[in-house]
C-alpha cells in the first residue's frame, strides 16, 4: 500500500515539491473524523479493510515513519520477536535438534 505522508503532504518545507517516484502508485481516500460513542475516530472504508485484510475486532497499528503516519496490520513488535527466534533457531540448531529428540 503506497501513499504520501502527512507529514509530507503538509507539513514540507516551502518550496519543497512532492517528487512521487516513478512506479509509485498514489491513492488518496478522505476519511471524516466523526464520533464514535464517547469518541473521535474514523471510518475505514471496505475496500480499505480488504485491502489490509482486517476485519471487526482485528487490531490495525499506527507507525510513525519519517514520511508520515502508517496505518497497518502488521505489528512489529511481534515480527522482532519471530525475527530473534528464528535467529536463535539458525544458531543452536543442532541444541534444539537433541531437545527434540
Known sequence: MCCLGY???YNAPPGLEMAVPAGMEVRMNVLKVTTVGNSVGVILPKEILERLRVG???SLYI???KNGIQLTAYDPAFAEQVEAAERVMREDRDALKKLAE
Do not use: A, F, H
Open 7 to 9: 507529514n509530507m503532504r
Open 63 to 65: 507507525v510513525e515513519t
Open 56 to 58: 471487526k475486532g482485528d
